[in-house]
């Protein structure tokens, strides 16, 4: 087998396991969740105070549990909520995201 042929296989092995990936995407999830009426919803935490990271980690989180290679969501904010002060100092932000 030429190296010619080898690197074609691979191209060809390649677009199958895109394929396959993208045939397995995120939408149906979404779209289940929007039939059984059951809001999926991921929390995030910062111990900084930073509103924006607290948000970061609930997308990253939501973002993980999709599948496929090119993973899209939509969300919408649901609450956000936090603590500050006492004797050690908190500065606690919890944010809770809703996929769409």
Known sequence: MT?????IALCFLFAIGWAVSEAQDAKPSLIKA???STAVVYEGISDKGDLNLAVQVAVDKA???????D???????QTVSGRK???KGT???HVAIRLK
């Open 63 to 69: 973002l993980a549990d999709q599948r496929g290679a």
């Open 91 to 93: 500065n606690e932000i």
């Open 3 to 7: 190296i010619k042929t080898s690197l």
């Open 34 to 36: 929007k039939k059984n």
């Open 85 to 87: 002060g006492g004797i």
């Open 71 to 77: 993973r899209l969501i939509e969300w919408e904010l």
